[in-house]
Structure formats: structure tokens, C-alpha cells
């Protein structure tokens, strides 16, 4: 199905807004990057369904390579959000556990957030959020592969 170009000019338009509605996300702590969010984020979903968290289970959360978790985790780490210690169990694997900050990071820019926008988002049915989803994740997907301009 061919587009229109005032179809398209629309399409590119909304991604626009898209932008400026991440944009209205709360501003993070100095030093704080809104992937360690999702690395806090997937700690508190993990220890939700198992009793250690580990760093693999991170990344496998969050579709990342090891290393880059690897790194994030250090960051965390240095920044008092996280602990890590060895397993007991199998000393080549790190647990990781939040303190108290990392809590009170997942409570106020991951719960808080989610619920607010919730709130702000009540006249948008189900049905049309996930169908804004898929249609922006299957743009993406379309798109991506290389610049459409180059």
C-alpha cells in the first residue's frame, strides 16, 4: 500500500510528539541515565518471579549483551543504587539487590511515573494504546534497517 506524502508528513509529525511526551519524563538524579533506570526497573521484575536476581537475568531482561549490563551494573554500584555480591551457591555468578536509593529510585521514576501517566492516559482505551505501539514499533522496524535518505 503506497502512502501519501501529507499521509507520511503526519506520520513523521506525531513521531515528533512522541519525542516531546518522553520528554515530559522526570528529570533524573546527576549521573543517573535513563537506562539505570531500566536496569532498576528489571531487578525489581525479576525478584518479583525468583528469589536471586542475577546480572544475566538483567540482560536477558532487557535484550542486552552482558557487557554493557556489566557496565551499568558498576555505575549503579558506584552510585549507591545497587549491591552485588557472589553467589553462594555458584561464585562465578553476581546477585544484585537494590538499596534503599535504588528502592527509592524504582518507587519514584518507574511506580509514581507509571501510575501518573496512567492517570493522564484514562481517556485512551487499551485497545488504541497497544495498537499505537505496535504501529510505532512496526515503523521502526520498517525504517530501521538503513536511512531512508542517506
Do not use: W
Not at 47 to 52: H, L, N, P, S
Not at 64 to 76: A, G, I, K
Not at 110 to 123: H, K
Amino acid at each position: 500500500m503506497e502512502h501519501t506524502e501529507e499521509e507520511l508528513k503526519r506520520f513523521i509529525d506525531a513521531c515528533g510528539v512522541a519525542r516531546r511526551i518522553v520528554e515530559t519524563m522526570p528529570e533524573l538524579p546527576k549521573g543517573i541515565k535513563p537506562r539505570h533506570i531500566h536496569v532498576i526497573d528489571a531487578i525489581v521484575l525479576t525478584r518479583q518471579k525468583k528469589e536471586k536476581v542475577l546480572v544475566s537475568d538483567v540482560s536477558r531482561h532487557l535484550n542486552v549483551t552482558m557487557p554493557s549490563v556489566t557496565r551499568l551494573v558498576s555505575e549503579l554500584e558506584e552510585k549507591g543504587v545497587l549491591e552485588k555480591s557472589p553467589d553462594p551457591e555458584d561464585g562465578r555468578n553476581v546477585l544484585l539487590k537494590l538499596t534503599s536509593l535504588g528502592e527509592k529510585y524504582y518507587q519514584h521514576y518507574v511506580r509514581e511515573y507509571y501510575q501518573e501517566l496512567g492517570r493522564r492516559l484514562e481517556g485512551i482505551s487499551c485497545e488504541e494504546l497497544l495498537t499505537t505501539v505496535r504501529t510505532i514499533q512496526s515503523a521502526y522496524q520498517s525504517i530501521r534497517k538503513e536511512k531512508v535518505f542517506p
